[in-house]
C-alpha cells in the first residue's frame, strides 16, 4: 500500500498571522512553526514551551489529521507524514 499524499492546505499562510496576533493581543508568547516534522513537534511541546508567566500554554494546530481504523485516536500530519506519540491530539 502507498503512503498517503497530502494536498497544501491554502488557506494556513493567511490565518497564521491572524491567530498569533490573536493570542497575542492576549499576553501570549507565540511561537510559529511552519511545516513541522515529527521531531519538531516533540521538541516544541516538551514542558519548557508553557509560558512562565501564566503558567498554561495554547496549542492551536493547522494540519491534515489521521485517525486510526476504530477511530479512537486522531493524528495531526506532520511536515514528514510521521506519525507517532508526539502527533496524537489527545495526548
Known amino acids: 500500500m502507498g503512503a ?5 492546505l ?8 491572524r491567530v498569533q ?11 510559529c512553526h511552519i511545516n513541522p516534522v ?3 513537534l516533540r521538541d516544541a511541546l516538551q514542558p519548557s514551551g508553557v509560558d ?3 503558567g498554561h500554554r495554547i496549542v492551536h494546530v493547522i ?5 486510526d ?8 500530519v506532520p511536515a514528514d507524514g510521521q ?4 502527533t496524537n491530539v489527545a495526548g
Do not use: C
Request: charged content about 25%; proline content about 4%.
Open 21 to 31: 496576533a490573536a493570542l497575542g493581543r492576549l499576553g501570549y508568547r507565540v511561537r
Open 4 to 8: 498517503l499524499t497530502w494536498k497544501p
Open 38 to 40: 515529527q521531531s519538531d
Open 52 to 54: 512562565a508567566v501564566s
Open 10 to 17: 491554502e488557506f494556513v499562510d493567511a490565518v497564521v498571522p
Open 83 to 86: 506519525i507517532s506519540r508526539d
Open 63 to 67: 494540519s491534515h489529521g489521521q485517525a
Open 69 to 76: 481504523a476504530a477511530k479512537n485516536r486522531l493524528d495531526m
